[in-house]
């Protein structure tokens, strides 16, 4: 039995975590994904979730609660945006190096200095590095699917990692969507728990975080990073499950209108609805255009990226964040990377926009699609970032 | 390797050896010793077990770190290059 809701990306998360029998949420607040806690809180007192709310002092303490409790081997939550997520920086190693199925909503949002609460994605990719599993949703029902999915992906044995679902900041947080919802036994049989080979228990003691010397610390790292790649087949079985149970597909790419593409554009997150628009325009003025969204961005699925790009005559890799001095977005320097190791030679383009809550318009994407239209001709290949909507 | 750096068993650094560390190692001086004990209580490693009455180092696990000679209230512990 499935029911449509009008949910916002926050509460369509809180809504999702309350279907999943989550029993620890460590969480502080912060715009914009205050509206999770808010929601979850009231789940707990109404008594229509059984879980322990933890309001702590900050974001370090919520996210050493969620790898505590998850060591305790305690289903657990938290959620978080911008400078909270940075500030969780050192913890989110810690719970992937102990390889704790921690799940976190993270709606995005831009990073200081200056102080600006809206849109980008500079919070998420500061913390690309950290072992974590990273998904992207680009409406509401994805923040509500990709939820139910990230515990199945995050406890399986194979890959025992904590999973962030990321979701753009107000453009997905605070905007409210139709959400087709699975029904709540449907999602606990979907979600069902696993059990954990290892869990702190004071009845059948074990050491969990020690110190690793030199001898092995190699190696660690090395499983952690090994099952980081090889979650893309988990992810992909999920998917498929996922799929099975609602029909609604998710890949660890979203082509759309890419198969027979001249012109690509790659992007993440909700700025692939307005690439969409702005496709379907271009087309009809007889232009081959076609978009993928990363919508796995860690682990980069670089392989089937480069099956997807095979026959493009450019491409243009939008990035709503910066990498000051790296002469690069962040998502092209995995889109270049990935391109370089497959020996796939097509010219790349970096567009950087919609930082700080700027919109990107249908005009904007128009604009990316003409670079690329007169970047075919290699020799032409204009190689600096274009900043798209930028006063200068 | 077990995943997540656990450890299953208790007493595991029985195995990690610390005696590299050392540059220094403290030696007591029996003739004054009381056997008070006030060594083995500072010890951080700890190193120094109670043995026959007597205070011994053990010096497979002692880092050198002297703490035991400065606490020492008779002066009868020393630190000796190795």
């Given amino acids: ?392 | 390797m077990d995943i997540g750096t656990v450890v299953r068993d208790s007493g595991s650094t029985i195995h990690a050896k610390k005696s590299g560390w050392r540059s220094t190692q403290p030696l007591i001086d029996y003739k004054r010793c009381t056997s008070c004990g006030w060594c083995w209580a500072y010890c951080p490693e700890p190193a120094i077990r109670l043995e026959g009455g007597k205070y011994i180092i053990d010096y497979s696990f002692c880092k050198g770190c002297g703490i035991c000679a400065v606490e020492c209230p008779l002066h009868c512990i020393s630190m000796v290059m190795e």
């Fill in chain 1, 1 to 392: 039995m499935t029911s449509r809701l009008g949910l916002s990306g926050n509460t369509a998360a809180a809504y999702a975590v309350r279907q999943l029998d989550v029993d620890v949420v460590p969480v502080y607040p912060i715009t914009p994904s205050t509206t999770i806690m808010e929601t979850l809180a009231q789940y707990a007192a109404d008594g229509r979730m059984d879980a322990e709310i933890i309001t702590v002092e900050s974001e370090h303490s919520a996210i050493s609660a969620a790898a505590a409790a998850s060591a305790a081997g305690a289903r657990t939550f938290t959620s978080t945006s911008s400078q909270g997520l940075l500030y969780m920086h050192e913890v989110l190693y810690v719970t992937s190096g102990l390889r704790l199925p921690v799940v976190m909503a993270v709606a995005n949002r831009a990073i200081s200095a200056p102080i600006n609460i809206w849109n980008d994605q500079s919070d998420v990719f500061a913390e690309r590095d950290t072992g974590w599993i990273q998904i992207h949703a680009e409406s509401v029902q994805d923040v509500y699917d990709r939820m139910v999915q990230a515990y199945r992906i995050a406890e399986d044995s194979r890959v025992r990692l904590p999973v962030m679902v990321n979701y753009d900041g107000f453009v997905l947080s605070h905007a409210h969507g139709p959400v087709t919802i699975v029904a709540d036994e449907e999602v606990a049989h979907f979600a069902r728990r696993v059990a954990s080979p290892f869990r702190l228990d004071p009845d059948s003691p074990i050491s969990l975080g020690a110190i690793v010397w030199p001898d092995h610390y190699f190696e660690v790292k090395y499983q952690a990073a090994r099952a980081l790649e090889d979650s893309r087949r988990v992810i992909d079985e999920v998917q498929n499950d996922f799929r099975g149970m609602t029909g609604r597909k998710y890949e660890l790419l979203r082509p759309y209108m890419a198969e027979d593409a001249d012109f690509l554009l790659l992007a993440i997150g909700s700025v692939c609805g307005t690439i969409k628009t702005a496709a379907r325009k271009m087309r009809s003025e007889g232009l081959k255009v076609g978009l993928i969204g990363l919508d796995v961005y860690r682990p980069f699925p670089g392989k089937e990226l480069m099956r997807l790009i095979g026959g493009a005559k450019a491409v243009g890799v939008l990035d709503k964040a910066f990498l000051p001095g790296s002469m690069a977005g962040p998502a092209y320097t995995d889109v270049t990377s990935a391109l370089c190791r497959y020996g796939v030679n097509v010219p790349v383009h970096d567009f950087v926009a919609g930082i700080g809550g700027r919109d990107i318009k249908v005009e904007d994407v128009q604009t990316m699609y003409r670079v690329l239209e007169k970047a075919k001709d290699n020799a032409r290949f204009d190689r600096e970032i274009h900043y798209v909507g930028l006063r200068r």
